[in-house]
């Protein structure tokens, strides 16, 4: 089945430092979202990519949609306390089709 | 506000009982969902409706049965509850196959 592979599993960083991750996957996605997730709420979308290649910015964030369309990352600089929670990718192969999300990242933030 | 609403937030019960989860958005979408996360944080649609037709089924036990009285709402109801469906449900919903906005989540407990 479709599977992504999200890494690192976690970080505990330093406040101020800033953080990458990465999705990665067999399989070609159309679309590639980064959302995230703190304690007793929902996912809540952060970016969306739908062009290989594509970069977007909202805010300290940045995500990149690869050109292969199999793999995307977020950056996250100079981050903050309020940045902690565990941040998903998802992938969808076409319109119509099911969002896949990774297993996510757990951030932690000393400050 | 405008968001994706669930009821209840908690829900603890015994194995063997019936409930019913509900969701409401008031975001004008069309395609609503039900997203189950484990204890290991792991995402994973169950259903999908558009325009209240049943659109992605996954291989969920038909204990679980959807049920969408009309694009706003979508409703989750469970039959013979057994411990390994303790987990937290999410509804989410979008317009067409766009983003999807999730709500803020059911925590189930199977006792």
């Known amino acids: 089945g479709q599977q992504l592979n999200q890494s690192p599993q976690s970080m505990f960083i330093q406040e101020g430092e800033d953080v990458s991750m990465n999705c990665t996957s067999s399989?070609?996605?159309?679309?590639w979202l980064w959302y995230k997730q703190e304690p007793g709420e929902g996912p809540v979308l952060l970016i969306a990519?739908?062009?290989?290649?594509e970069l977007t910015s909202n805010g300290r964030l940045t995500a990149q949609f690869g050109i292969t369309r199999k793999d995307s990352f977020l950056n996250i600089s100079a981050s903050i306390p309020s940045d902690v929670g565990i941040y998903f990718c998802?992938?969808?192969?076409?319109?119509?089709?099911?969002?896949?999300f990774g297993a996510g990242t757990i951030l932690r933030v000393k400050s | 506000d405008t968001a994706v609403s669930q009821t209840p937030k908690y829900l603890v019960t015994q194995m063997g009982n019936d409930k019913s989860i509900k969701c409401e958005q008031n975001l004008g979408h069309d395609t609503m969902y039900w997203y189950k996360q484990d204890s290991k944080k792991f995402l994973k649609i169950m259903f999908s409706y558009n325009n209240k037709e049943l659109i992605i089924n996954e291989t969920v036990p038909n204990r679980f049965s959807p049920k969408s009285p009309d694009k706003a709402h979508l409703n989750l109801h469970i039959n013979s509850l057994e411990l390994g469906d303790s987990a937290v449900y999410f509804c989410a919903s979008s317009r067409g196959n766009n983003e999807q906005f999730f709500g803020p989540g059911t925590r189930l407990t199977v006792l």
């Open positions: 399989s070609i996605f159309n679309t």
């Open positions: 990519l739908y062009k290989a290649g």
């Open positions: 998802a992938g969808q192969r076409s319109y119509g089709n099911k969002l896949v």
